[in-house]
């Protein structure tokens, strides 16, 4: 993606992981990975990455997903721990997580425009968004731009 100087995010956007789980869980969806990162996934689990495949993600056409569980939160990622610290969902392979994980929130979705970030902070809901340290425009550039475009595309 191109910048553009119009960008309303120009002086920065705040944002800060509050540990709620809310951007891992919601409505059954898919958590996407590329080949690379499920094999450092694997690897970092100490498993096989046929292993890894069966027992952690499932196949799509449109490429790889983490599973997800259904829990009273909605479907959790397999990789979400809501128990080992109270009031707190970590992700239990935080080193290793995909870029969509680790590109949260700086979609291009989610910063197409205020009324996206708006919106996507109500509907998710992130109480990190709007909160902490500025994020500056380059750092969410690069966040937004390591999208794959399989992301953006919608799907049936």
Known sequence: MVSDAREWYADGLRFEC???GNCCTGPPGAVWFEPEEGRALAAAL???HDVFLR???RE???GWSLKEHETEHGYDCIFLDRET????AVCGVYHNRPTQCRTWPFWPEN???PRAWATTKRTTPCPGM???KIVPIEAIRIQRDASPAFWLEPRS
């Open 18 to 20: 509050t540990q709620c």
């Open 60 to 62: 799509l056409p449109e």
């Open 130 to 132: 709007d909160r902490g």
């Open 111 to 113: 910063v197409a425009s």
């Open 55 to 57: 027992d952690y993600a």
């Open 46 to 48: 100490g498993i096989d």
């Open 85 to 88: 610290i109270p009031g707190k």
